[in-house]
Every structure is written in structure tokens, then in C-alpha cells.
């Protein structure tokens, strides 16, 4: 294939020019290649740490043969593992009467500080009650998030190990638990993101520890179970979004009217405010006359059998104060009902009972099918007749769908029936999903679409001083802005993490950032990013840490170098269909899709390799043709850690940021200095420059 653009040739899957960037025609997709490039092997990452230890295993020693006890300990380490196994958790291992887990390597997740407690529940949940009828167990656990190096054991084995202070915080909370207590570090709580219910237990200094960790224990979940106990938690009034909420608003009074409904289908990227939006309406909803129930579909629920179903099922069945099976008889077996439709809807309903362990339905599992396929056919049946009663008994109704991209898929029939059932009744379907496969249902003429994008500035400036409980300098507001491109929960975040780590402060009534540069990304974002690094290929995700090297923007050319072999045939295009990164403008450019998506891929290299391509970047530019940019060039000699080659550097590309009139980026070239200064003069004096220019910045 050749550029119509530039006339290079390109290979026949390619989407963009290797040469000039522009878009070629569309191919078919492309398969994952692998490449046989050696990588320094390891990475940095966010993960939750599980430690949970048996209570009394001494005391059962003294009291029980010790072959009985190793086996009883044995099944309930074995149990253990199954759990965190079931929430897709790594068990790093066993140490005596103790398990060892992480959730987030060495895949993640952008739910793990929630898969982990989760985890953490269940194991408490089964050891009290031992199918065997043995004696109950107590379980001590602790739970920690943070950074972690996974990266080769050192004993020649090739294989992969964590090492971090997540892990030994996890160890030492669990050892201040009480017996049946599941302690969590604030982190965890944060990265549940009002998933976990918790109750504060105070602050404490862990031994081995200089700084203080605030506690929390595990009383259960929220918002699953009563998502109204998630939603009536919020301080701050809803932000922006007055154009899409008066296009919600709009679909209920058009049904209340003409007494048909529409589906609404909210798209958006990972904390746009999907769910949020959609549930401000709810009060107004309720008002109008409708009936609201709410659903929400999890990454770690996809498996389970007909999930959605039962959980609508029972959403229906609370508005009612009865458990969902015994409103399913009342609804489905009515007087005059055929006898045999009712032993085959019983029949079916058992089926799903037995296999998604719910009670109720013991007498009719001896009518279950034979053939799963017919099982399946008689249960949409059974869906059908119940939306239909569901809507006949209480009238206009409102469904949230939540999280629609991770259905089980059992369920998606059930779906595609409420989704029909909108077109003729007085029935309104919210939906929220993220961008990526639609379902086949959207292009209904009854679905609309509300496609949720960042915040504007001005609006961002608004939740960024509702958050931080004062106002922002407007320079400072626009820098967040910049950074987090008017995502909600990455705005939350950044200013949350500013002001905990003091480089947000508050100064004559208004919150100023007082450190040059970027604020820190926090832990929380880097998981909800680093799931979606973690769903690329090997190859892809290679290439895209690499390019974090060079920067927000790169050419090919720069990160074929830094590479040292050629990209595979399809790389790029796979990061573009990610959304991770996006051709820009010139021959061969690239940027980054967002700032945080670069800062998480460059989070996620070990430090040492970073150092070493920072190097070989700037030799290339030193190397390269003129002119020479010194600030650049500054840059990666201080990111390769080459303080004598630095400095100099440094102090250069400030005076001219000054002479230019960049008083933030001085401070920030200065304050790189005196980080890498050996001289305490040096320190002192470079230290000095960087507040001089902060404080020029402010005015």
C-alpha cells in the first residue's frame, strides 16, 4: 500500500503512514504479533496486598492432634487461595498459617482495592461457617495499596516477585486486627471508590514506619448491594452537564406524555460521570411518578450466571419488602395459569437457582430440562412474561442499566427485552456504558445517545474549588485543567492528592499549587489507567512505555531509535484503537491521547531502565542536527540521573525560561537542580531561583 499523502510505502494493515502520520484506508484487524525484543523484565505498578492470618493456631496445636490440624489448616489455606483466585488475585504464598496476595499483577484491574476486600469478605465469611461442619476459624486480614516493583526473584529462576511497602503494610495492619477484623489502609478505601463500607479506627505510626496510616475496617460493601447508600453519600452538587441532563429530563416527560418510553445510553471514558449523572435524576424521576430501580453490572460478576437478571429481579422485589423468588411466584404462577407452563417456568428457574446458589426453588428441580439449550429458551420466556407483568403491576418505570459494558452475558437477552418493551410502554431505560462495542440495540430508532466528554475550565475551576474547599488561582485552575482535561474523578484526585501531599496550600484565602510543574499523580488514577496499559499485547504496551521516554509527543523515528529494532506491523494501530495515543500534526508525529495516560506508562517502567533510555535519548540529541534544544536536552541528563551533565544544563534552560518570560517552567528547571546539586550552597542558591520564579508566576 502507498501514502497517498507522501507516496512512502506502508504495509497493507497499516491505518497511519509510518512516515508522514496521515490515515490511510481502514484495514481488517489486525492480529497481535509478537516481537522477540529483550526487555529488562519487570515493571512498577498499583497493587492491593492481602495478608490474612488464622487465629488460635497455637491454641489448636495444644488442644487437637497436630495431623489434624495441619489438615484443617491445609483446607482452610486451600479455600483461601480459591477466593482470592475468584477475584482474579495472584496468592504469592503461603507462610506457615498465613496466605499472601496481590490484586493488580500481574494483570490489573481498575477495580482491585475492591476485588481484594471483596476476597478479604468471603474468606472471613467461609472459615466462620466450614462446609464440613468443623469447628469455626477466625481470620485476622490486613489490606494495603500502594506501589510495588515486580520484577525477577534474583535466583535465577526467571520468575517474578513484588516487593513494596504495600506489602508490609498490609502484614503489620493485619497483625493489629482483632479476631474476625479486616483492616484496610486509606488508600484501599480510596481506590473502593465508595464501593466499601468502613468504619475509621484512627491513625497509627507501623513499626518499621515513619509515617502515619490512617486504619479503616471492612463492615461490608456499598453501593452494590443499595446503590442509594453510595449516592446519598455525595457533598458536592453535580457540576456541568446541564445539556445532557436536560436531554434525560426531556425522555421522561416525553413518555410520561405519550406513554412511550426511549433508552438513553450514556458513553463515556472511566470517571466522566456516567453514573453520576444519571443518578441526580432520580429525584425528579420519582416525583414525575415513575418507580426507579437500579442495577449495576461489575468486572468480576461477568461470569456468574443470569447476574443481571437476578439482581433486577430483586431490585423489583424490595420495592415490594419480599425476596425476589417469592415475588417471581406471585407474578408468574397466577391462577389459570397452564400447569404445564408452570412446571416448565419452575423448571428453568431452578436451574439457574441450583447453579447460582439461591434458595427458594428446591421443589421444582425436578423439573430442570435436560438440555441446557432448552433451559435457555424457556427462561426467555420466563423474562418476557416477567417484564411484561413487572410493567402491568406498577406502571411508568425507570431501569438503570449501570456499567453496561461489563453484562454478564447470560443476561443480555433480558436486556434486549427491556430495551423493546420502551418502544410501546410508558417505560424509560438509562443506560451507561464506556466507549468502545456498542450493543446492536442502539441503532434502534427509540435509543438515543449522550455522549459524556471532560469538563469545560470554567467548570472544572468549580469542582476543583467545591473540593478543596476554597478557590483556585485561576493559573492553577487551568493547570489542572490541562492535566486532567476536565475529567471528574481525575480532577477529584489531583486535588485531593495536592492538597494531602502539601503542594496545594491555601495562601491568602485562595489555594495555591506551590511546586512547579505537574502535581503528582495519584495512586488511584494510576490504577484506573494502568488497567487499561494492561490490556494491550506485550509488543503494544512495550512500545508505548518507551515512548513515554521521549514525551507527551514523539516521532517515529526518535522511538524506533530509543527501541533499537523496527515497531511490528500494527503496534501503532492498536494503541489508536485504545485511545492512548493519536497522530499529530508533521511527518511521523504522535502524541499521547492524555496527559495522565502518558505519566501512567511512564510510572510503569522500572526506574533503572528509565535512566538508561533518558541517557540514550539524549546522546541522540546531543548527536543530532541543529539546533540544539538545551532545554530538552536538559531534561533527559537529569532524568538519566547525570547530575554533572545536568546542572549546567538546568541552570541554562532557567535563565533562558526567564529571559522568555516562563517563570513556571524556571522554577521547575531550578527546582531540578537543586535536586541533583551535591553543593549545599548550590541547593541553597538553586532553591532561592525556583520560589523567586514562583512567585514572579503569581504576580
Not at 640 to 660: K, S
Request: charged content about 25%; some cysteine; overall charge negative.
Amino acid at each position: 500500500m502507498q501514502c497517498p499523502s507522501c507516496g512512502a510505502p506502508s504495509t497493507r494493515r497499516a491505518r497511519f503512514c509510518d512516515q508522514c502520520g496521515a490515515q490511510l484506508a481502514p484495514p481488517p484487524a489486525a492480529p497481535v504479533t509478537d516481537r522477540s525484543v529483550p526487555v529488562e523484565a519487570g515493571d512498577r505498578r498499583v497493587v492491593t496486598a492481602l495478608f490474612a492470618d488464622l487465629v488460635d493456631y497455637v491454641r489448636m496445636l495444644a488442644q487437637h492432634d497436630p495431623e489434624e490440624v495441619r489438615v484443617r489448616v491445609g483446607t482452610a489455606l486451600g479455600r483461601m487461595g480459591e477466593a482470592i483466585e475468584r477475584l482474579d488475585g495472584t496468592r504469592e504464598k503461603f507462610i506457615g498459617d498465613a496466605v499472601f496476595a496481590v490484586f493488580g499483577w500481574p494483570r490489573a484491574h481498575d477495580d482491585d482495592a475492591v476485588r481484594a476486600a471483596l476476597a478479604a469478605l468471603e474468606i472471613r465469611a467461609m472459615l466462620l461457617e466450614p462446609d464440613d461442619g468443623g469447628e469455626p476459624l477466625e481470620v485476622r486480614i490486613g489490606l494495603a495499596t500502594g506501589e510495588v516493583v515486580a520484577a525477577a526473584r534474583g535466583d535465577g529462576t526467571g520468575d517474578l516477585a513484588v516487593t513494596g511497602e504495600a506489602i508490609t503494610t498490609a502484614a503489620r495492619i493485619q497483625a493489629l486486627a482483632r479476631p474476625g477484623e479486616i483492616l484496610l489502609d486509606e488508600a484501599t478505601v480510596r481506590g473502593g471508590r465508595e464501593r466499601l463500607a468502613v468504619d475509621d479506627r484512627g491513625s497509627v505510626v507501623l513499626r518499621g514506619q515513619s509515617s502515619v496510616v490512617r486504619l479503616f475496617s471492612l463492615t461490608g460493601q456499598s453501593g452494590l448491594i443499595d446503590p442509594g447508600a453510595r449516592r446519598a453519600s455525595r457533598e458536592n452538587p453535580l457540576v456541568g452537564r446541564a445539556t445532557e441532563m436536560g436531554r434525560l429530563r426531556r425522555a421522561l416527560k416525553r413518555a410520561r406524555r405519550s406513554g412511550h418510553g426511549s433508552v438513553i445510553l450514556v458513553t463515556g471514558e472511566a470517571g466522566m460521570g456516567k453514573s453520576r449523572l444519571v443518578a441526580d435524576l432520580e429525584g425528579e424521576a420519582r416525583e414525575l411518578g415513575y418507580t426507579w430501580a437500579w442495577t449495576e453490572s461489575v468486572s468480576y460478576g461477568r461470569g456468574e450466571p443470569y447476574r443481571f437478571a437476578r439482581l433486577f429481579a430483586q431490585a423489583i422485589a424490595d420495592e415490594h419488602g419480599i425476596d425476589s423468588g417469592s415475588y417471581a411466584r406471585q407474578l408468574l404462577f397466577t391462577p389459570g395459569t397452564d400447569e404445564a407452563a408452570l412446571r416448565r417456568y419452575g423448571g428453568a428457574i431452578a436451574a439457574v437457582a441450583r447453579d447460582a446458589a439461591f434458595s427458594g426453588w428446591e421443589a421444582e428441580a425436578v423439573d430442570v430440562p435436560d438440555d441446557p439449550a432448552e433451559t435457555a429458551a424457556i427462561l426467555s420466556e420466563v423474562a418476557a412474561e416477567y417484564v411484561k407483568r413487572v410493567l402491568d403491576t406498577d406502571g411508568p418505570r425507570v431501569v438503570v442499566l449501570d456499567d453496561l459494558h461489563w453484562l454478564d452475558t447470560s443476561s443480555r437477552g433480558m436486556v434486549e427485552l427491556l430495551v423493546g418493551a420502551a418502544a410501546a410502554r410508558p417505560l424509560v431505560v438509562l443506560a451507561t456504558t464506556r466507549p468502545g462495542v456498542v450493543p446492536s440495540w442502539a441503532a434502534l430508532d427509540h435509543v438515543e445517545r449522550v455522549d459524556l466528554g471532560g469538563l469545560e475550565p470554567d467548570e472544572t475551576a468549580q469542582l476543583a474549588t467545591m473540593i478543596a474547599r476554597a478557590a483556585l488561582d485561576a493559573g492553577d485552575a487551568r493547570r489542572i485543567h490541562e492535566r486532567t482535561q476536565g475529567n471528574p474523578l481525575f480532577i477529584g484526585e489531583t486535588v485531593r492528592a495536592s492538597i494531602e501531599d502539601g503542594t496545594l496550600e491555601l495562601r491568602d484565602g485562595r489555594m495555591v499549587l506551590v511546586e512547579p510543574g505537574a502535581p503528582r499523580l495519584p495512586l488511584t488514577l494510576r490504577a484506573v489507567l494502568g488497567a487499561r496499559l494492561d490490556g494491550l499485547d506485550e509488543p503494544a504496551r512495550d512500545v508505548l512505555s518507551v515512548a513515554s521516554v521521549v514525551g507527551i509527543g514523539f516521532r517515529l523515528a526518535e522511538l524506533q531509535d530509543l527501541l533499537g529494532v523496527p515497531i511490528a506491523p500494527g503496534t501503532l494501530d492498536r494503541l489508536v484503537d485504545a485511545a492512548l495515543i493519536i497522530p499529530s500534526t508533521g511527518s511521523g508525529q504522535w502524541r499521547f491521547s492524555h496527559p495522565l495516560v502518558h505519566e501512567t506508562a511512564y510510572a510503569g517502567m522500572l526506574a533503572s531502565r528509565r535512566r538508561r533510555l533518558h541517557a540514550r535519548f539524549a546522546d541522540r540529541l546531543e548527536a543530532g542536527p541543529p539546533p540544539l534544544s538545551i532545554e530538552r536536552l536538559a531534561v533527559h541528563r537529569a532524568a538519566a540521573g547525570d547530575a554533572v551533565r545536568a546542572v549546567p544544563l538546568l541552570v541554562e534552560a532557567a535563565t533562558a525560561a526567564i529571559a522568555v518570560g516562563a517563570p513556571n517552567e524556571a522554577a521547575g528547571f531550578w527546582r531540578n537542580a537543586a535536586d541533583l546539586a551535591t553543593d549545599p550552597g548550590d541547593i541553597v542558591r538553586f532553591r532561592a531561583a525556583a520560589d523567586a520564579a514562583l512567585e514572579a508566576a503569581r504576580g
